[in-house]
């Protein structure tokens, strides 16, 4: 930043202006008891090389994931992006603008919008998508606020298997408006248990999430949880990976009217967790009441093809009351990134892109499978993302492979009923099979010599 300093002629000049003494004056109406009565107790000041010098050493001490081999994943991706993509972002036009509330200077960033939109509504298969949802988590929140006004009811249902920072998100939002949060537990699969979910669909729950695949990669029964839901007269909202999309069923298609999910894998960097772009589409008749921005197609009264905003309902646009939501940053530009991305694979792009990711994960779960001390615990199929179990804490390898350069995953314990040695470990298509084979190595040196050769229960 540039640094512009007073100098004592020009604060008497400026004091004189507004007629007072000293700088002091102009905080004389706050309390003695409020104001600090001594200088402040700063270092002294630095010279501009000292500063330069301190940060260059503090940037230094950072690794960026180019650095690291990345298996983290929980809802934020390391995946690879086109150089197209970047070239396409930075462009002056998309770089800066901001928002599109005059359509006759704002087309080309209109028919962006609007053609992220109709790639959501192909991969859920849902009428109708919106723009500039912060990200997943509150994409989920807005759509059970849909949920819950469409149903007028003041019960939500949480599967403990939902990202435990979706859950945070949601029960955050919902405190403020009495909404009751129900977890649904987990079964021995790792995945939502149809039947205990059946006992807590009370009378009073408007709607319930089926996270697919979940929060521990697994897919889950989503015919059977979809039909419980159903038949408790609640609204079914799924929260997924869109990448699975490529290959698992859409929301439409399992009875979902609502659907949201975290499009950060469609060429927007992790960037250590943000920022990122959340989805969110639904069913026809839920079109007024979702929030965010929609863009709609039209003609002008000469017959030229045109893009507008439609169905306006941010509290930017019409009165506070009558809001639907207060979504009102623009995602635009990370719209746009997944955008070209999507346009650049296709639809077959997209499915080896999703077979990339089964492949992978797969090949580790085979790889970590034979190793003393570990064990897969559930079963059933995964996608992106699998749980291994050591018989040490993860937390001890996830430093052990810290120093050899390697992110191993994220810790589990007292997510969805794991323990102290659960690990979920993310492998996306960027992942090498020399790798994942790494991977393998070192937890083989790390369990070596904690086991004594005994295998743990899965």
Known sequence: ???????????????????????GDL??????????????????????EEVRRYFRKAAAANHGQDELVSFLGGGVYDSIIPAAIDAISSRSEFLTAYTPYQPEVSQGTLQVIYEWQSFICRLTGMDVANASMYDAATALSEALSVALAAKRKKAIVLPVTLNPRYRRVVKTMMAGEGITVIDAPVGPEGTTDPTALAEVMTDDV?????????????????????RVIRDAGAIVVAAVNPVALSLLRTP????????????????????????????LACTDKHKRRIPGRIVGRTADNRGNEGYVLTLQTREQHIRRDK???????????????ATVYLAMLGAGGLAELGEANLT????????????????????????????????????EFIAFARKRGVLAGIQLHGVADCGTGDLLVCVTEKRTAAEIENFGLLLEEFMSDATGGKEVSA
Request: charged fraction near 15%; include cysteine; charge should be negative.
């Open 27 to 48: 905080f004389s109406h706050l309390p003695g008891d409020v104001r600090l009565d001594r200088p402040l107790d700063l270092a002294p000041g630095m010279t501009e």
């Open 323 to 337: 809001a639907t939501s207060n979504i009102c940053s623009n995602q635009a530009l990370n719209a746009l990134r």
């Open 252 to 279: 439409a298609e399992f009875g979902a009217e609502l659907a949201v999910g975290e499009a950060q894998p469609f060429g927007v960097p992790a960037s250590w967790g943000g920022p990122l772009l959340g989805f």
């Open 1 to 23: 930043m540039p640094y512009v300093p007073h100098s004592p002629t020009d604060i008497r000049a400026m004091l004189d202006v507004v007629g007072k003494q000293e700088i």
């Open 360 to 395: 992978r994960v797969t090949a580790l779960r085979r790889r970590v499978s034979g190793i003393a001390g570990v064990g897969i615990p559930f079963g059933g199929p995964v996608f992106n993302e699998t749980v291994i179990r050591l018989a040490r804490p993860a937390a």
């Open 206 to 226: 408007a709607a319930c999430v089926i996270p697919n695949p979940n929060y521990l990669g697994l897919v889950e029964p989503v015919d059977e949880l979809s």
